[in-house]
């Protein structure tokens, strides 16, 4: 046989193993990404929440999502906080092949898109549930496989698949970017490493009218939440009316732009850089690296910080943030009056109650108020908080009585705010929430975890 034959059967073979080879490899991973699949299967749940009157940033309605077990034994199942919503709302979960059982809200975060739910028995006892395996170390590399599962568009329990495409800091906080495809109902559910089988975020929200651009909430910082309500710890981040300069040019720099914390508390300074928390060493990036390593130890902080060129360390402490469970206002008339939660209120001159829900077709909507209307006063007496408004909308009621509205409207033309006088008849006084230390109990509504549809 001459060498130009041998070459051309040693290179067929090679072919052939490669081929070979190849067809055993895309076999494999098909199995694994199965077995992945149906694992999820075992962890992962459905969620019905039902709001009636919401505040600002949710909506009335009924919706649905997903979630998944972290801790079988306990029957707590995280999710997102926008699926159970941040306002009094009724929540119900179903296993696979369950009932959908009523479910507490044990815990809101008001920074992350984060709750945990406590189920109950229907988790504990059954027999098709186990806990998710999850990913608390570092953010994964782009690149990494994974996979989204949940109930897109009314779809149950389905799969998809992506690439974690980066970490992104344009929303409100820091996110894992993911091409995989989330679509409404996908929300709150687990996003898989396909390579480990542990879940690496939990998927959040989606760009509309991208190419799957779409966010998860990575588990590191879930992780942090989820161990400190196991240790008996608040894991609620800071009250810290601090605002920073955004991040356009993505420098990874957390800078100061204005703070409105007391000045016994954490004494920071306009134009400080916020380096890293003295410790927790690490560099931080963004507001988010900076409450995960806050969590859990607000009486005592010691932040490394850069003033005027020069590092210097800066300590105190800092408030908790309120339970958003235990969120308060007053419903007249189909409008639901409350305090505004925007860090820089103190930048501008606005009332501290506005509207943040307004029911169609109720006699508020015939007032011609809006969604976002600050209330300055009633019938000329400066209204400053929901329990100072209680009594006065409970008189007015009681005296079938006409009042007159005050209110502070954004969107001017020639000004930056529209004035605005309305005439209100008021009538369904109600308060929202636990019930105010000025008043009784008796006239009040449900807690905010168990408001009935």
């Known amino acids: 046989m001459n060498n130009s034959l041998s070459t051309s059967f040693a290179q067929l073979a090679s072919a052939f193993m490669a081929a070979f080879l190849c067809s055993s490899c895309a076999t494999a991973q098909v199995d694994a990404t199965e077995a992945v699949y149906k694992k ?44 159970v919503s941040r306002s009094p709302s009724r929540v ?79 929303h409100e906080s820091e996110l894992l970017q993911t091409d995989a495809p989330i679509n409404p109902g996908n929300s709150g559910g687990p996003l898989i490493s396909m390579s480990t089988g542990k879940v690496i975020g939990v998927n959040t929200s989606t760009v509309r009218g991208s190419q799957n651009t779409n966010f998860a909430v990575s588990m590191k910082y879930a992780c942090t939440i989820i161990n400190l309500l196991k240790e008996g710890k608040n894991p609620s981040p800071p009250k810290a009316p601090v605002v920073y300069y955004t991040d356009l040019d993505d420098r990874k720099i957390l800078r100061v732009a204005k703070t409105f914390l007391a000045k016994d508390l954490l004494p920071l300074q306009a134009d400080d850089v916020i380096l890293e928390v003295s410790n927790k060493p690490g560099k931080i990036d963004n507001e988010t690296q900076l409450f995960d390593k806050l969590r859990g130890q607000l009486d005592a902080i010691d932040l490394r910080v850069e003033r005027a060129g020069k590092a210097i360390s800066v300590q105190g402490k800092l408030l908790v943030e309120d339970d958003l469970r235990n969120r308060t206002g007053v419903k007249a008339s189909g409008v639901l009056f409350a305090v505004s939660g925007f860090r820089d209120i103190q930048d501008f001159t606005l009332p501290r109650v506005r509207a943040h829900f307004i029911e169609p077709g109720s006699l508020g909507s015939a007032a011609e108020l809006q969604t976002g209307d600050y209330l300055e006063a009633i019938d000329d007496v400066v209204i400053a908080n929901s329990e100072q408004l209680l009594p006065i909308l409970q008189s007015a009621q009681k005296a079938d009585k006409v009042v007159r509205l005050k209110i502070k409207r954004s969107g001017g033309n020639r000004s930056a705010f529209a004035y605005v006088d309305r005439l209100l008849k008021v009538a369904n006084v109600s308060w929202l929430g636990p019930a105010p230390t000025v008043v009784g109990t008796s006239d009040f509504a449900q807690s905010p975890s168990t408001q009935k549809p």
Do not use: M
């Open 40 to 83: 999820a299967l075992d962890f992962t749940v459905e969620i019905k929440t039902s709001t009636l009157t919401p505040f600002s940033g949710d909506s009335a309605g009924t919706s649905r999502g997903a979630g998944f077990v972290i801790d079988k034994s306990r029957g707590w199942v995280l999710t997102n906080a926008h699926v």
């Open 92 to 170: 119900e979960v179903s296993v696979r092949n369950g009932d959908f059982v009523l479910a507490n809200k044990l815990y809101v975060d008001p920074y992350l898109d984060l709750a945990l739910l406590e189920v109950g028995a229907s988790v504990q006892s059954a027999n098709n549930v186990s806990d998710a395996p999850l990913w608390c170390g570092d953010l994964p590399s782009v690149g990494h496989p994974v996979g989204a599962f949940g109930h897109p568009l009314g779809f149950k329990y389905t799969g998809t698949k992506g690439i974690i495409s980066g970490v992104s800091n344009r």
